[in-house]
């Protein structure tokens, strides 16, 4: 199953997120990633966390959430997932 994850940081967390991005990257599962990048404000300061992501399950989906170095740093405050059917990638 593919989903869309979208992930919000919260207010002020800019800093934190840089400083848990080393471990951010490295746990991300790239197994399941088909692609992925920072959403940006206008301004092109990074506000959040865009992924389209691959796996046997939701269960899978939300066990890896559950460990998540931004999520267990606080980081994102607000995470949506979708269902997607990528038909097109590069």
């Not at 800093?15 to 206008?42: D, F, M, W, Y």
């Not at 989906?61 to 170095?69: G, I, K, S, T, V």
């Amino acid at each position: 199953m593919q989903f869309l994850v979208l992930a919000y940081d919260g207010e002020g967390k800019l800093q934190k997120r840089l400083e848990v991005r080393p471990q951010h990257l490295s746990n991300l599962p790239r197994e399941h990633v088909i692609c992925a990048g920072g959403l940006l404000t206008e301004t092109g300061e990074m506000k959040g966390s865009a992924m389209v992501m691959e796996f046997a399950s939701r269960e899978e989906l939300d066990e890896y959430l559950r460990n998540e170095p931004y999520v267990i740093a606080n980081v994102w405050e607000k995470i949506s997932v979708e269902p997607i059917n990528v038909v097109i990638g590069k």
